[in-house]
């Protein structure tokens, strides 16, 4: 089963900056979309960026200019640099993968998630 392990969350003070690293146990899984998600106690889990595996890239717009995202499709693996960081983008950040599976008429997405990982931004 392939597992995602993210890592780099971590306290910083507004206008910080924070580097979120997630990568799949297998590299040799072939891997559709991937992307980051966060959530707050009490609301929904939201999508903050996703890259597809031609880099093409979507983001939520509360940090468009802020965020960027990378990939490597060799390695499997997303980075995700948070600049400009606020107060509202503390959240647990989760990783996501769409991994390719099956074959032929089976051919299917299954979507796995990382463990979480905490980024906190505090005044």
């Known amino acids: 089963q392939v597992q995602l392990v993210e890592s780099g969350g971590g306290l910083v003070q507004p206008g910080g900056s924070l580097r979120l690293s997630c990568a799949a146990s297998?590299?040799?899984?072939?891997?559709?979309?991937m992307g980051w998600y966060r959530q707050v106690p009490g609301k929904q889990r939201e999508l903050v960026a996703l890259?597809?595996?031609?880099?093409?890239?979507n983001f939520t717009d509360s940090v468009k200019g802020r965020f960027t995202i990378s990939r490597d499709n060799a390695k499997n693996t997303i980075d995700l640099q948070m600049n400009s960081l606020r107060v509202d983008d503390t959240a647990i950040y989760y990783c996501?993968?769409?991994?390719?599976?099956?074959?032929?008429?089976?051919?299917?997405?299954?979507?796995?998630w990382g463990q979480g990982t905490l980024v906190a931004v505090y005044s």
């Open positions: 996501n993968a769409d991994v390719v599976a099956g074959q032929g008429w089976g051919l299917r997405l299954d979507a796995i």
């Open positions: 890259i597809r595996p031609d880099f093409t890239t």
């Open positions: 297998e590299s040799s899984v072939t891997i559709a979309d």
